[in-house]
């Protein structure tokens, strides 16, 4: 895993060995623990209870990197006990302040849905399915430059439109990782998604995509905007925020101008990103969308999909 990692660029902790000094990039917690100290491993039931209950300096650690770090969790169970705890502290912490899930659970089979709703509603976990992990360090693997490169540029750019010194600019907001890139700088420069003014940002940003739409031939827009919507949703309960109202507008808005079929004057792309993408709205969302939406259903297609939800 470590060449998979970055090589030098990785490092491994576990229990029972030293915490390093000299830090790297990426760092493998070892939960319960590594042969190279095997008197440490959590193998016995007494093990289990003994790491649950004790107060360490590696749960702390844990605990600190929960708050500070996206965490991807390898070879564990949904249900295991130790990951439950490492975890529980923090959404209580992630949930009262709006913020995306940083954690992210990968499992090789295939995870129902409403157990992936499940973890969502109680931990905050996004649970990613049949994806073993070589696939999933490939697929990061080949996009780190692009997200290295733009990181630090997006956040400068967000520090200015919050702080009210610049707004964004059409060109920026046309193209599709515009939205990730604000999303993902306004938790990195320590703002969550509770704060009024972020969400302000968030509104206007979609609003001006929606906006695009009218424009001529801007039918990538109407896709655009559907992955907007579907990322959003599946990230932050809208429900009781500023968000709610102007979001399932606009999900309203986009629902109405697509279809399954090819027709004029309707978008096919938009259809299809809700059909496929529906099951990454988290259940509350889906919820909110389908209430709202009930009494409006202008077509079988949208009423379909509902019912999909």
């Not at 490092?11 to 493998?28: D, E, L, M």
């Not at 949904?78 to 940083?102: P, R, T």
């Not at 439109?161 to 420069?189: C, G, M, P, Q, W």
Request: aromatic share 12%; hydrophobic share 35%.
């Amino acid at each position: 895993m470590s060449e998979e990692l970055g090589g030098k660029r990785c490092q491994t902790i576990s229990p029972g060995n030293p915490i390093p000094r000299i830090s790297a990039p990426i760092k493998v917690y070892h939960v319960h623990g590594s042969f190279d100290s095997c008197k440490k491993m959590i193998v016995t039931a007494n093990d289990y209870y003994n790491f649950i209950n004790i107060d360490t300096y590696f749960s702390r650690k844990l605990s600190t990197m929960l708050h500070e770090n996206t965490l991807v969790i390898f070879g564990y169970k949904l249900g295991d006990l130790n990951l439950k705890a490492i975890i529980n502290d923090y959404k209580n912490y992630s949930f009262e302040n709006l913020l995306g899930s940083n954690i992210f659970f990968i499992s090789r089979s295939k995870v129902n849905q409403y157990i992936k709703d499940y973890y969502h509603i109680t931990y905050n976990i996004r649970v990613i399915d049949e994806t073993n992990t070589n696939d999933f360090f490939r697929i990061v693997n080949s996009n780190i430059k692009i997200a290295r490169d733009c990181s630090e540029k997006s956040i400068d750019n967000i520090k200015k439109v919050i702080f009210r010194t610049h707004l964004f600019v059409d060109d920026y907001l046309k193209v599709e990782n515009s939205f990730y890139e604000i999303l993902f700088s306004i938790n990195a420069i320590g703002f969550s998604y509770d704060n009024k003014h972020t969400q302000k940002i968030i509104i206007d940003v979609i609003d001006k995509k929606i906006s695009f739409t009218a424009e001529s031939g801007a039918w990538s827009q109407y896709e655009i905007l559907a992955k907007w919507l579907t990322y959003l949703l599946s990230i932050v309960n809208i429900r009781g925020t500023e968000l709610e109202k102007s979001v399932l507008k606009a999900v309203k808005y986009s629902m109405n101008n697509m279809s399954r079929e090819l027709k004029l004057g309707y978008s096919w792309h938009a259809y299809n990103v809700w059909k496929k993408r529906r099951t990454i709205v988290s259940s509350d969302n889906r919820n909110l969308i389908k209430n709202y939406l009930k009494k409006d259903i202008i077509n079988s297609d949208i009423e379909e999909l509902l019912d999909s939800f």
